[in-house]
């Protein structure tokens, strides 16, 4: 990772700003970085540094930080500069709440119509999660994982919520990406598999029992992980795991 007083070399300049709409390309270069953690929980952003990197004026760069500030990505602060905000794990508990509920009815709804076609995306994709995996290929296997959700939320066909899910989702990958490991890989690919077979087998509560597993098992160790780095997280130190700072189940 890279901290905020370093070089700004590995921000990409995006090929979209000589076509113009450059804060919302400035705007994705940036959250791209946070979310990856290249621009860690806590850094200093340098706005002079950053336009310079990009090649651009301080307005679309200002307005970005303005734009991930809304996202929670960001915290400006008067006279004081910018920062990249500190994950809240309160924030990420909440964002998981809606998206064990979703996915719930999402997989309801799958399981119903039993889309083989949907059914086939799900396979290959574990095929491709397990592939990862092998390779110890991190990010590529933490987008493979977005997609399997995305598939499963595909069924709905409700634009608004998926609106929500993306939301909340820069959040959520900047903290799901804190705790990769290779044994949460591996877990992870047997929690998928679980998902997948309820679906195969039109059974709803199976599916939908694995899927809740899954989610409150990713938040059982981000809780854990806030503890023992209470630094990156803005209320690290007041993450408790009993029944009520973690209503799960």
Do not use: W
């Not at 400006?76 to 794990?89: D, M, Y």
């Not at 076609?117 to 397990?130: F, G, K, P, T």
């Not at 998926?162 to 949460?184: E, G, H, V, Y």
Request: with cysteine; net charge negative; hydrophobic share 45%.
């Amino acid at each position: 990772m890279n901290n905020g007083n370093s070089s700004y070399s590995f921000l990409t300049r995006p090929p979209g700003l000589a076509r113009g709409n450059v804060t919302a390309e400035v705007t994705q270069a940036l959250r791209q970085a946070i979310v990856t953690l290249a621009l860690e929980p806590g850094a200093t952003l340098d706005k002079s540094a950053i336009c310079a990197q990009f090649e651009v004026s301080r307005f679309p760069v200002s307005e970005a930080f303005a734009r991930l500030a809304e996202e929670g990505l960001v915290d400006i602060a008067p006279q004081r500069g910018s920062t990249v905000s500190l994950v809240r794990i309160a924030d990420v508990r909440e964002y998981m709440l809606i998206r064990k509920g979703l996915e719930s009815e999402a997989l309801r709804v799958l399981i119903g119509k039993h889309d083989s076609e949907v059914i086939d995306a799900l396979h290959a994709n574990m095929a491709e999660q397990r592939e990862a995996a092998a390779r110890d290929d991190a990010e590529t296997f933490h987008q493979i994982d977005v997609a399997f959700h995305d598939i499963i939320f595909r069924t709905m066909r409700m634009t608004k919520v998926k609106a929500i899910i993306d939301k909340a989702r820069a959040n959520l990958d900047r903290a799901r990406r804190m705790i990769i490991t290779p044994r949460r890989l591996a877990l992870t690919i047997a929690e998928h598999q679980a998902i997948l077979d309820g679906i195969v087998d039109s059974n709803a509560p199976q599916a939908i029992a694995a899927i809740r597993a899954h989610i409150d098992a990713v938040m059982v160790e981000l809780f854990a992980f806030a503890q023992d780095n209470p630094g990156i997280f803005a209320d690290g130190a007041e993450t408790v795991l009993d029944d009520d700072y973690f209503p799960f189940g």
